[in-house]
T-cell receptor, first 112, second 115 residues
Framework: DVKVTQSSRYLVKRTGEKVFLECVQD?????MFWYRQDPGLGLRLIYF???????EKGDIPEGYSVSREKKERFSLILESASTNQTSMYLC???????????FGSGTRLTVV | AQSVTQLDSQVPVFEEAPVELRCNYS??????LFWYVQYPNQGLQLLLK??????LVKGINGFEAEFNKSQTSFHLRKPSVHISDTAEYFC?????????????FGQGTELSVKP
């Protein structure tokens, strides 16, 4: 089975800190995605990547950046964390030939 | 652009009763449709998908969904629910032409099964 691993389940950071959320997949998938999940809003796409060193903005990229230096790893960066970035962050991956995502377990980030 | 609307934010139901979770989508191009389930403190897992062919799609855990192109709907159903079906359910859509597979999700429906 494909595994998507997010490095932390729970994270507490201070306002203004630079935060790194890491995601690693082990099935050589080309495509990787970062979503945030908030009650009543569902999942909203932050950034995605179809290849190494490639990135594209999703629907809510403000305040975030990403890095994909290796195919298996896709990092989400909060340049200067703010309280409105408190949320559940979900990473997902898929191959070109697949029709659905494999999700990680999520990172619940609290910014205080 | 595509969009997905899940018509009910919460659905309470008694054990062994039937349930329907409603999903409507909007798109000017051909789409694939998905239902995902999220159990507490977990990521999402795929329940079922519609790609083409028969409009009635069967998934895991006894769930099924029907694609209705004229009504742009993809409602999820189960004839008899269990306590263990308590979870949040997400409908999602992607365009057929998008090779990258970017999914657009609905707002989610919380299914609460009571004994």
């Amino acid at each position: 089975d494909v595994k998507v691993t997010q490095s932390s389940r729970y994270l507490v950071k201070r306002t203004g800190e630079k935060v790194f959320l890491e995601c690693v997949q082990d099935m050589d998938h080309e495509n990787m995605f970062w979503y945030r999940q908030d009650p009543g809003l569902g999942l909203r796409l932050i950034y995605f990547s179809y290849d190494v060193k490639m990135k594209e903005k999703g629907d809510i990229p403000e305040g975030y950046s990403v890095s994909r230096e290796k195919k298996e790893r896709f990092s989400l960066i909060l340049e200067s964390a703010s309280t409105n970035q408190t949320s559940m962050y979900l990473c997902a991956s898929t191959a070109y030939t697949n029709y659905g995502y494999t999700f990680g377990s999520g990172t619940r980030l609290t910014v205080v | 652009a595509q969009s997905v609307t899940q018509l009910d934010s919460q659905v309470p139901v008694f054990e062994e009763a039937p349930v329907e979770l409603r999903c409507n989508y909007s798109s000017s191009v051909s789409v694939y449709l998905f239902w995902y389930v999220q159990y507490p403190n977990q990521g999402l897992q795929l329940l079922l998908k519609y790609l083409s062919g028969s409009t009635l799609v069967k998934g895991i855990n006894g769930f099924e969904a029907e694609f209705n192109k004229s009504q742009t709907s993809f409602h999820l159903r189960k004839p008899s629910v269990h306590i263990s079906d308590t979870a949040e359910y997400f409908c999602a859509v992607r365009t057929v032409s998008d090779q990258g597979g970017k999914l657009i999700f609905g707002q989610g429906t919380e299914l609460s099964v009571k004994p």
